[in-house]
């Protein structure tokens, strides 16, 4: 069992925990995941690790109450224990070696956009970050994310915090500018990162994205998360979550990540229904 040790809602639909998981902490690397189950009757589902503290023993995972499973997971409390909690898995991102950098993150992708930068800037690379959402009401980690790069812009679909636009806006004008970027690492929705590969191809700009939004079971077993990159089959969870954004086929990761959209919904509105009759008989 693995005791929750702090519980922050980030949103309205975004919560994070921090995991009592010492020997996960101990080796955890940024880009890698876990597998949890929050009971014994639970589905396994990948969570990105935000981050981890190596002297308490603690891991943190950020996740978006969308489904059953995240449902399940935000009704437990700081002390309460989640049964399954493993890793850390994939392969740790590969970020030595570069000069400057910019780390996209849109929406809930921030929060494993975090970690990248993080360790991007504790590495001496120079780190200009740029995340994105859709209003002000759901920006999250906005401390976090400042302390952790040289510069942050914030920018919002409907300009509600005085800065409107899309991330690519925001990151084309710093290109444009001579930012000298010699790696762009962008995460979150699918359609997001191939409109960051597509502005950075022309440039030549290394571009790394995560690939975590398709996976499923994380071992490879499922062939859910299946993609190809640069004409190769790969699998996100065992040889990724990482790879080179410009040869990823996003028209079919994009069509593959909605093969089961109506079971999800399905089973979510469910559980809600579940959820609320059980609060009707209290």
């Known amino acids: 069992m693995f005791t929750i040790k702090k519980k922050r809602k980030l949103n309205p639909s975004m919560t994070l925990m921090d995991i009592d998981a010492p020997f996960i902490a101990k080796k955890a690397k940024a880009g890698q995941f876990i597998i949890l189950r929050v009971n014994e009757r639970g589905e396994r589902i990948p969570l990105t690790i935000a981050d981890y503290d190596r002297e308490k023993g603690t891991v943190t995972i950020i996740y978006q109450v969308v489904g059953k499973?995240?449902?399940?997971?935000?009704?437990?409390n700081e002390g309460d224990a989640i049964l399954d909690f493993i890793g850390p898995l994939g392969k740790p991102s590969e970020l030595e070696g570069y000069r400057?950098?910019?780390?996209?993150?849109?929406?809930?992708?921030?929060?494993?956009?975090?970690?990248?930068?993080?360790?991007?800037?504790?590495?001496?690379?120079?780190?200009?970050?740029?995340?994105?959402?859709?209003?002000?009401?759901?920006?999250?980690?906005?401390?976090?994310?400042?302390?952790?790069?040289?510069?942050?812009t914030v920018m919002?679909?409907?300009?509600?915090?005085?800065?409107?636009?899309?991330?690519?806006?925001?990151?084309?004008?710093?290109?444009?500018?001579?930012?000298?970027?010699?790696?762009?690492?962008?995460?979150?929705?699918?359609?997001?990162?191939?409109?960051?590969?597509?502005?950075?191809?022309?440039?030549?700009?290394?571009t790394i994205i995560s690939m975590n939004p398709i996976m499923i079971d994380g071992t490879g077993m499922c062939g859910g998360c299946r993609?190809?990159?640069?004409?190769?089959?790969?699998?996100?969870?065992?040889?990724?979550?990482?790879?080179?954004?410009?040869?990823?086929?996003?028209?079919?990761a994009i069509k593959r990540s909605k093969t089961y959209a109506g079971m999800e919904r399905e089973a979510a509105r469910d559980f809600k229904c579940h959820l609320m009759e059980g609060a009707e008989h209290a």
Not at 108 to 114: K, R
């Open 69 to 76: 499973t995240t449902m399940l997971l935000d009704q437990l």
């Open 100 to 152: 400057k950098a910019a780390v996209i993150g849109g929406g809930a992708g921030c929060a494993i956009a975090y970690p990248q930068s993080k360790s991007l800037h504790a590495m001496g690379t120079k780190v200009d970050m740029i995340a994105g959402f859709r209003n002000q009401d759901l920006i999250i980690l906005e401390d976090e994310m400042r302390a952790a790069c040289d510069h942050l």
């Open 156 to 206: 919002t679909d409907d300009g509600s915090n005085g800065n409107k636009g899309f991330v690519t806006d925001a990151l084309r004008k710093n290109i444009e500018a001579g930012a000298g970027y010699d790696l762009v690492v962008a995460i979150g929705p699918l359609v997001m990162m191939r409109a960051v590969c597509n502005l950075t191809k022309p440039y030549g700009i290394k």
């Open 227 to 252: 993609l190809t990159v640069g004409g190769k089959t790969k699998f996100a969870c065992v040889d990724g979550p990482d790879f080179d954004g410009h040869k990823v086929d996003f028209d079919e």
